[in-house]
C-alpha cells in the first residue's frame, strides 16, 4: 500500500508542478474574466456612428406619415429617446442598491454628471436626416443612390435608406387588412440602424392610422390599451424574495456537468498521455523493477484523481466565488457538491480505468486515437444531450440513463439540479446509480489491471479490440 501511495504522490506533483499545468489551470479563468471584461466594454462603447439621409416616399393621402417620421428621426427626438432610456437605466440601478443594501455611495455614482456623460455617450446614435421626395419620382432611380458605387463622397448626404409608405397602409382594403411598407438600405447597413427605421416607420403608420379614424379623440387609451404588460418576476428562496434569473437557472445543470466533464477527462488524458511516455521511453520497466504493475496502476490512477479534484475545486471555486458577488449563492445547494464529488469519484475510476488500459497497449499517441474514438463517441453524449436531459430530468430516457455505465455520473449530476424547482430526483434513483457506478468501477479496473498487466510491457503493432479480450483471458 505504501508504495502505491508513493506512486500516486509521484504522478500528483510531476502533473501538478509544472508550468504548463499552472498556466492550463488558469487560462479558462483568465479567459473568461477577460471575456466578460471584454464584452463590457464594447458594449459600454459608443453605439453605430452614422451620418446620412433617410429618402422617403409617401403615397397615403395628405401625405400624413412623413411628417411623423421626420419628427421622430429629428436630433430633439433622438437626445429625449436617449435621455428617458438612461432614465430608466438610472431607475433600475437604484432598485438594484436599494435591494442588495448598497452603501449610499453607489447611489451617489449613479447620480453623478460624469455617468450622465458616459451613458449619453454609449447612446449616441445615428445622425439621419429625412429627405422627403414626391410621390411620383423615379423609384427605381431612387433606389440606384442606395448602390455602393453611386455613393456621395460627402457621408453627411449619401442616401443610407429608402423609405416607400403606400396608401393602403393607412388605408384597408376591401377585405379590410392594411399593407405593409418598404424599406430599402444601403448594403451592409447596421442591423441596430435597420430596426431603428423599421420601428419609427411601423409606429409612424400605427399613429397615422389612428389619426385618420373615428377613434382619433381616443388613441392615446387605445394605446394604454394595447400595451402589453410585462411581469416582474421575483423568486421565493430562503431569504426573502429577489429578482429572479430564469435563463440562468436552466444553466446550473450544464455548469455541473461541464465541471465534471472538464475535471474528469483533463486529469484523465493526463494519465492516457503519462502513461504512453513512460512506455515509450522505457522508464515503466524500471517503475516495474520497485512495484508491481497493479500497485503501478492503482497509484498511477489515484494520482490524477488528485489532479482531477484540484481543477474541480479551483473551477468550482470560481463559480461559486463569481455567484457570491452577484449574491446569487442561493441557486447552489451543498448536497449537490457534496453528490457531485461522490459522482467525480465514480467518473474518473471509470475514465481512468479506460486511459490506462489504452495506454499500457499502445506506444504513441497516434496509436491510441484508434482505440479511444469509440470511447470518446459514447462519453459524448451528456454533453450532446444535456439540454433534453434537463428540461425532462425525471423523463424515461433520462432516468434510464441514469443507470447505463459510463454515462450515468454524467446524467446524475444533471439530473439532480434540474429537478431541483420541480420534482427532485427520487432517493432510491440516487442511490441506485452510485451502486451501479460502484459495481461498474469494480468491473472496469479490474479489466483495466489485467491488459496493464499483459499490455505495458508489449511493444510492437497496436492492439485491437479483439487483441484486448484475448489479453483479458490470458491475464
Same mark, same amino acid.
Given at each position: 500500500?505504501?508504495?502505491?501511495?508513493?506512486?500516486?504522490?509521484?504522478?500528483?506533483?510531476?502533473? #501538478?508542478?509544472?508550468?504548463g $499545468?499552472?498556466?492550463?489551470? %488558469? %487560462?479558462?479563468? &483568465?479567459?473568461?474574466?477577460?471575456?466578460?471584461?471584454?464584452a463590457?466594454?464594447?458594449?459600454?462603447?459608443?453605439?453605430?456612428?452614422?451620418?446620412?439621409?433617410?429618402?422617403?416616399?409617401?403615397?397615403?393621402?395628405?401625405?400624413?406619415?412623413?411628417?411623423?417620421?421626420?419628427?421622430?428621426?429629428?436630433?430633439e427626438?433622438?437626445?429625449?429617446?436617449?435621455?428617458?432610456?438612461?432614465n430608466? &437605466?438610472?431607475?433600475?440601478?437604484?432598485?438594484?442598491?436599494?435591494?442588495?443594501?448598497?452603501?449610499?455611495?453607489?447611489?451617489d455614482?449613479?447620480?453623478?454628471?460624469?455617468?450622465?456623460?458616459?451613458?449619453?455617450?454609449?447612446?449616441?446614435?445615428?445622425?439621419?436626416?429625412?429627405?422627403?421626395?414626391?410621390?411620383?419620382?423615379?423609384?427605381?432611380?431612387?433606389?440606384?443612390?442606395?448602390r455602393?458605387?453611386?455613393?456621395?463622397?460627402?457621408?453627411?448626404?449619401?442616401? @443610407?435608406?429608402?423609405?416607400?409608405?403606400?396608401?393602403?397602409?393607412? @388605408?384597408? =382594403?376591401?377585405?379590410?387588412?392594411?399593407?405593409?411598407?418598404d424599406?430599402?438600405?444601403?448594403?451592409?447597413?447596421?442591423f441596430?440602424?435597420?430596426?431603428?427605421?423599421?420601428?419609427?416607420?411601423?409606429?409612424?403608420?400605427?399613429?397615422?392610422?389612428?389619426?385618420?379614424?373615428?377613434?382619433?379623440?381616443?388613441a392615446?387609451?387605445?394605446?394604454?390599451?394595447?400595451?402589453?404588460?410585462?411581469?416582474? &418576476?421575483?423568486?421565493?428562496?430562503?431569504?426573502?424574495?429577489?429578482?429572479?434569473?430564469?435563463?440562468?437557472?436552466?444553466?446550473?445543470?450544464?455548469?455541473?456537468?461541464?465541471?465534471?466533464?472538464?475535471?474528469?477527462?483533463?486529469?484523465?488524458?493526463?494519465?492516457?498521455?503519462?502513461?504512453?511516455?513512460?512506455?515509450?521511453?522505457?522508464?515503466?520497466?524500471?517503475?516495474?523493477?520497485?512495484?508491481?504493475? &497493479?500497485?503501478?496502476?492503482?497509484?498511477?490512477?489515484? =494520482?490524477?484523481?488528485?489532479?482531477?479534484?484540484?481543477?474541480?475545486?479551483?473551477?468550482?471555486?470560481?463559480?461559486?466565488?463569481? %455567484?457570491?458577488? $452577484?449574491?446569487?449563492?442561493y441557486?447552489?445547494?451543498?448536497?449537490?457538491?457534496?453528490?457531485?464529488?461522490?459522482?467525480?469519484?465514480?467518473?474518473?475510476?471509470?475514465?481512468?480505468?479506460l486511459m490506462?488500459?489504452?495506454?499500457?497497449?499502445?506506444?504513441?499517441?497516434?496509436?491510441?486515437?484508434?482505440?479511444?474514438?469509440?470511447?470518446?463517441?459514447?462519453?459524448?453524449?451528456? *454533453?450532446?444531450?444535456?439540454?433534453?436531459?434537463?428540461?425532462?430530468?425525471?423523463?424515461a430516457?433520462?432516468?434510464?440513463?441514469?443507470?447505463?455505465?459510463?454515462?450515468?455520473?454524467?446524467?446524475? @449530476?444533471?439530473?439532480?439540479?434540474?429537478?431541483?424547482g420541480?420534482?427532485? #430526483?427520487?432517493?432510491?434513483?440516487?442511490? *441506485?446509480?452510485?451502486?451501479?457506478?460502484?459495481?461498474s468501477?469494480?468491473i472496469?479496473?479490474?479489466?483495466?489491471?489485467?491488459?496493464?498487466?499483459?499490455?505495458?510491457?508489449?511493444?510492437?503493432?497496436?492492439?485491437?479490440?479483439?487483441?484486448?479480450?484475448?489479453?483479458?483471458?490470458?491475464?
Amino acid at each position: 500500500m505504501l508504495r502505491t501511495l508513493h506512486v500516486a504522490l509521484r504522478e500528483f506533483l510531476a502533473t #501538478v508542478v509544472t508550468k504548463g $499545468f499552472i498556466f492550463g489551470v %488558469l %487560462l479558462l479563468p &483568465v479567459m473568461i474574466l477577460g471575456g466578460s471584461f471584454l464584452a463590457k466594454m464594447i458594449m459600454s462603447g459608443d453605439g453605430p456612428s452614422l451620418s446620412g439621409t433617410v429618402l422617403l416616399i409617401d403615397h397615403t393621402d395628405g401625405q400624413v406619415v412623413a411628417p411623423l417620421i421626420e419628427a421622430r428621426l429629428s436630433p430633439e427626438a433622438q437626445t429625449a429617446a436617449n435621455r428617458a432610456q438612461m432614465n430608466r &437605466v438610472k431607475q433600475m440601478a437604484r432598485e438594484k442598491a436599494k435591494e442588495y443594501n448598497l452603501p449610499p455611495e453607489a447611489t451617489d455614482a449613479i447620480d453623478n454628471p460624469m455617468t450622465d456623460m458616459a451613458m449619453q455617450q454609449a447612446m449616441g446614435g445615428p445622425k439621419l436626416t429625412v429627405v422627403r421626395l414626391k410621390p411620383d419620382a423615379n423609384l427605381e432611380a431612387e433606389k440606384a443612390k442606395l448602390r455602393p458605387d453611386r455613393q456621395s463622397a460627402d457621408s453627411a448626404g449619401k442616401p @443610407v435608406a429608402l423609405m416607400i409608405i403606400p396608401a393602403s397602409s393607412i @388605408v384597408p =382594403g376591401a377585405a379590410g387588412d392594411f399593407s405593409t411598407f418598404d424599406l430599402f438600405t444601403a448594403p451592409k447597413l447596421d442591423f441596430q440602424i435597420q430596426s431603428q427605421l423599421n420601428s419609427v416607420a411601423g409606429q409612424s403608420v400605427v399613429d397615422a392610422r389612428l389619426a385618420t379614424s373615428d377613434l382619433k379623440d381616443q388613441a392615446a387609451r387605445i394605446r394604454k390599451l394595447l400595451r402589453q404588460p410585462v411581469a416582474e &418576476v421575483k423568486a421565493v428562496n430562503i431569504t426573502g424574495e429577489t429578482s429572479s434569473i430564469g435563463d440562468l437557472a436552466m444553466l446550473m445543470p450544464m455548469a455541473f456537468m461541464l465541471l465534471l466533464w472538464i475535471s474528469t477527462f483533463t486529469a484523465g488524458q493526463y494519465l492516457l498521455t503519462t502513461t504512453i511516455e513512460e512506455k515509450s521511453s522505457r522508464v515503466m520497466e524500471v517503475l516495474l523493477s520497485a512495484v508491481s504493475p &497493479v500497485q503501478l496502476m492503482t497509484g498511477k490512477i489515484l =494520482g490524477q484523481m488528485g489532479v482531477g479534484l484540484t481543477l474541480l475545486g479551483v473551477y468550482a471555486g470560481i463559480g461559486a466565488g463569481s %455567484l457570491a458577488v $452577484f449574491k446569487l449563492m442561493y441557486l447552489i445547494d451543498w448536497t449537490n457538491i457534496a453528490l457531485l464529488v461522490v459522482f467525480f469519484i465514480i467518473a474518473f475510476f471509470l475514465i481512468a480505468s479506460l486511459m490506462a488500459a489504452i495506454g499500457s497497449a499502445v506506444t504513441d499517441l497516434r496509436e491510441a486515437q484508434s482505440l479511444m474514438t469509440p470511447v470518446m463517441l459514447v462519453l459524448m453524449i451528456p *454533453l450532446v444531450l444535456w439540454m433534453p436531459i434537463s428540461r425532462n430530468p425525471n423523463g424515461a430516457f433520462a432516468t434510464t440513463c441514469s443507470f447505463i455505465p459510463p454515462i450515468s455520473p454524467f446524467v446524475m @449530476v444533471i439530473r439532480i439540479p434540474a429537478a431541483a424547482g420541480s420534482i427532485p #430526483v427520487p432517493v432510491w434513483q440516487i442511490g *441506485l446509480s452510485i451502486a451501479v457506478g460502484i459495481v461498474s468501477v469494480i468491473i472496469a479496473v479490474w479489466a483495466a489491471a489485467k491488459i496493464f498487466r499483459v499490455g505495458v510491457l508489449m511493444y510492437g503493432k497496436p492492439p485491437n479490440f479483439t487483441t484486448l479480450i484475448k489479453w483479458l483471458r490470458m491475464a
